[in-house]
């Protein structure tokens, strides 16, 4: 009787430990495949940080969303843009400069993570061109 009570606990473990690695080390998200939440400029969206950042995040924060406007800056050795001087894109994949001139229109899709109000600016990551 003891004997068996043993064994349905270390299953019972196994099962659990199971569980909990499965829980803890979840797959990660491919933004490039998802379908976006929202299609704006890079504008408009720090124009809705700007009236309220708590309603802005609450609707952009974690999502998927494609985002067209002018860049400002290159950085390819940071793998980065700004476009609009407002907002900051880090993509996934290396980027060739020659793809990306400043002053060129650009759609780029990517995960919004936040705005930095001390900086003023919006923030993306792995994101990639939207051709």
Do not use: W
């Not at 793998?79 to 759609?107: G, T, Y």
Request: charged share 30%; with cysteine; hydrophobic share 40%.
């Amino acid at each position: 009787m003891k004997k068996k009570r043993v064994v349905i606990i270390l299953i019972l473990l196994v099962i659990l430990g199971f569980a909990g690695y499965a829980y803890l080390y979840q797959g990660h998200r491919d933004i490039a495949s998802e379908k976006e939440s929202y299609l704006v400029t890079a504008n408009s969206i720090f124009s809705e940080f700007q009236t309220s950042e708590a309603k802005a995040n609450q609707k952009y924060l974690d999502k998927t969303i494609e985002v067209y406007g002018k860049i400002s800056s290159v950085d390819p050795e940071a793998n980065s843009i700004i476009i609009d001087e407002k907002l900051f894109v880090v993509f996934k994949e290396k980027i060739k400069p020659e793809e990306l001139m400043v002053l060129s229109n650009v759609k780029v899709k990517g995960r919004f993570i936040g705005y930095d109000d001390l900086l003023g600016e919006l923030k993306m990551d792995e994101c990639s061109l939207v051709k």
